[in-house]
T-cell receptor
Framework: NAGVTQTPKFQVLKTGQSMTLQCAQD?????MSWYRQDPGMGLRLIHY???????DQGEVPNGYNVSRSTTEDFPLRLLSAAPSQTSVYFC????????????FGPGTRLTVL | AQTVTQSQPEMSVQEAETVTLSCTYD???????LFWYKQPPSRQMILVIR??????QNATENRFSVNFQKAAKSFSLKISDSQLGDAAMYFC??????????????FGKGTHLIIQP
């Protein structure tokens, strides 16, 4: 049971490049979320999903796209990277029932030059 | 929209002493969940303790306990017998129960806890 996995762990992009951050979970969780963490800002919600085929925007969605074709995977796409997207990105998942503790992946540190 | 406020950017405590981290929140919901997460330098987010708003009893997990004051919208974390391994960023987080709580957690900005040997 790997929990929540994220790839890559580190990435450097140039302004205008695109990339996809991968996230997968093997706990059969319905809910998945993407957060970004900036110094002094805590974690802020980018997008979330309540199940395959269903996604919605969080607090800071601009510049990011998501899709969810399977229960396990929830990739985050940067269409045209900007220096303001330099951050640490966390994927998280939780079950629909219960106390709804979120389980977090190890994070991806992204630098946009 | 709900907000979570951690008013202490940094706290320092001597090893084996007790420290309390503060958290206040604002919400119009009556039923919700509150969490404390720990983030060591490895950056992994680790759940420390959780509290369900409808439960009056304060949650306890070994050396970690909370003081949940629903009317005051306060949710502080007490760490007893502090250990060097407790050094980390600590985040207070809120999750509403309505709508299944699908829309994730709202986090405070964090408190950096330093343990002095």
């Amino acid at each position: 049971n790997a929990g929540v996995t994220q790839t890559p762990k580190f990435q450097v992009l140039k302004t205008g490049q695109s990339m996809t951050l991968q996230c997968a979970q093997d706990m059969n969780h319905e809910y998945m979320s993407w957060y970004r963490q900036d110094p002094g800002m805590g974690l802020r919600l980018i997008h979330y999903s309540v199940g395959a085929g269903i996604t919605d925007q969080g607090e800071v969605p601009n510049g990011y796209n998501v899709s969810r074709s399977t229960t396990e995977d929830f990739p985050l796409r940067l269409l045209s990277a900007a220096p303001s997207q330099t951050s640490v990105y966390f994927c998280a998942s939780s079950s629909r029932g219960g106390v709804k503790e979120q389980f977090f992946g190890p994070g991806t540190r992204l630098t946009v030059l | 929209a709900q907000t979570v406020t951690q008013s202490q950017p940094e706290m320092s405590v001597q090893e084996a002493e007790t420290v309390t981290l503060s958290c206040t929140y604002d919400t119009s919901e009556s039923d919700y969940y509150l969490f404390w997460y720990k983030q060591p330098p490895s950056r992994q987010m680790i759940l420390v303790i959780r509290q369900e708003a409808y439960k009056q009893q304060n949650a306890t997990e070994n050396r970690f306990s909370v003081n949940f004051q629903k009317a005051a919208k306060s949710f502080s974390l007490k760490i007893s017998d502090s250990q060097l391994g407790d050094a980390a960023m600590y985040f207070c987080a809120y999750r509403r129960r309505s709508g299944g709580g699908a829309d994730g957690l709202t986090f405070g900005k964090g408190t950096h806890l330093i343990i002095q040997p």
